[in-house]
């Protein structure tokens, strides 16, 4: 016992000298932007002392973007367990020429730069009718997990091409968190092959489970502010709130055992009084039922996203006060599923796709999942020339082994600079040039159990 205590005073010593200082709060990590060309976001910085910011850069893919900026000095709360605070607030403009596309977000500041990786996703439009991917409990770094991140490039893979606008992972996310650990998880392992969450082209959210905390220095109930200070520090912030189109989507932690969300829920109550009902509200959490009666008083959910529950998704969806809105992804760490909706943005519903609980398999094969080079994924992109843009022609080959359709699928073409280019089939949702390359992005309507190919070459 007196071993424990001395470990849990050596934590809270080592949080008093870490200071939240020269930091990008939001968007960071567990947290994307969303905004539209020609329009707004904000970035929250906790700038040292003395340091100004004097430019904001969005660097993406293949290009890089020039922005204006607002800057307010202040002191503001941005998680109201450990009551952090940053101290400046950033109006960015997103230029309305900008391509949509994932950036990497750089306050050029009088001390050097700081880096929110893939926090913005610019977009042209809402779209009127969207997919929402979900996967939760990887339980990255955990002993035994060793192809955990192998299992999620897969699906980062597969989401690419799905086309989804938002992806969600509702927790248990890695053990023992380092810098390299972090890096694996949302910028990739070279030596592996591996994507991280970075790489997602959708906005990206992540939310806390109850292995989420540093469990080796603190006990599983109490110290909240403490575990509160570690999620901030390694994943950013552990409630949120923000819109798409007319939708509405709530993050908030129910992981943490004994811990009682009522600060978080009530600020979903007075940003919802704010921002209007839309038509569609989603929740994201981690576990089923905890907490959720607060929650459904004042958000009227029509879709909640939790996991947590490692087996149990052919279950779904499971009620809510008699409402069956609780939809449960089996665990990335045990199976090999990711939990699939459509919406419709005009009227506010959605359904399950695939099938009736949402959940999609997604290789052929998930009995296989120690065995990554055995993976026969149902959902592949492959190329006839190396799409680096080094090649002026250039044929996309989908594979769909899903019995479902997906609409709005995507490939990009990465081409020549400074030509323009025609394709074989689809729509081009857009085409620019970036900084050495020529990028088309192509959308299309993939039938079940289909092969597709598009052709892609320089205009005549």
């Not at 910085?45 to 973007?65: I, R």
């Not at 927790?171 to 991280?196: A, S, V």
């Not at 959910?301 to 998704?313: E, F, S, V």
């Not at 020529?438 to 052709?455: A, G, K, R």
């Amino acid at each position: 016992m007196k071993k424990k205590y001395t470990a849990i005073f050596l934590f809270l010593f080592s949080f008093a000298n870490i200071g939240w200082c020269g930091k990008i709060i939001y968007p960071w990590r567990a947290t994307t932007a969303i905004v539209k060309a020609g329009e707004s976001f904000e970035v929250w910085f906790n700038a040292d002392t003395g340091q100004t910011v004097n430019s904001v850069t969005l660097h993406g893919p293949y290009n890089t973007v020039a922005t204006t900026k607002k800057i307010e000095r202040g002191s503001w709360v941005y998680d109201v367990t450990s009551q952090n605070r940053y101290n400046t607030r950033i109006t960015v403009t997103v230029p309305s020429k900008a391509p949509a596309d994932r950036y990497d977000i750089i306050l050029n500041t009088s001390n050097g730069q700081d880096t929110s990786l893939a926090g913005l996703k610019v977009i042209k439009k809402y779209k009127p009718h969207y997919y929402i991917l979900h996967f939760s409990d990887a339980h990255a770094f955990q002993k035994g997990t060793e192809t955990v991140l192998q299992r999620l490039s897969t699906i980062i893979e597969m989401a690419n091409i799905i086309n989804p606008e938002l992806v969600f992972n509702t927790g248990d996310n890695l053990y023992r968190p380092t810098d390299d650990r972090m890096n694996q998880l949302f910028i990739g392992n070279n030596q592996l092959g591996t994507k991280g969450l970075n790489k997602l082209n959708a906005a990206t959210f992540t939310v806390a489970g109850n292995h989420d905390i540093d469990f080796d220095n603190l006990p599983e109930e109490g110290f909240y502010k403490e575990k509160a200070d570690w999620w901030n520090k390694w994943w950013g912030l552990q409630a949120y709130n923000f819109s798409y189109g007319k939708g509405r989507f709530m993050a908030f932690n129910n992981g943490w055992h004994g811990f009682k969300p009522v600060q978080q829920i009530t600020a979903i109550d007075s940003w919802l009084q704010k921002e209007g009902a839309g038509n569609l509200r989603v929740g994201a959490a981690h576990i089923r039922n905890k907490e959720m009666n607060g929650f459904d008083s004042v958000a009227n959910p029509g879709l909640i996203l939790i996991g947590h529950n490692h087996h149990i998704a052919s279950q779904n969806p499971s009620p809510l006060n008699n409402k069956p809105i609780q939809y449960i992804v089996n665990s990335v760490r045990d199976n090999m599923e990711f939990n699939l909706f459509k919406v419709d943005a005009k009227t506010g519903s959605y359904k399950a796709v695939g099938s009736t609980t949402a959940q999609v398999v997604y290789v052929e094969n998930p009995t296989e999942k120690e065995s990554p080079d055995l993976y026969k994924p149902r959902l592949t992109a492959t190329y006839s020339n190396a799409n680096d843009g080094t090649n002026a022609t250039n044929t996309a080959t989908i594979t769909n082994k899903f019995d479902f359709p997906i609409e709005s699928a995507k490939v990009r073409f990465i081409l020549p600079f400074g030509k323009k280019y025609t394709i074989s089939k689809g729509h081009i949702e857009q085409s620019f040039d970036g900084t050495s390359v020529h990028v088309v992005d192509v959308t299309f309507h993939l039938e079940p159990n289909s092969t597709t190919l598009i052709e892609i070459a320089p205009s005549r």
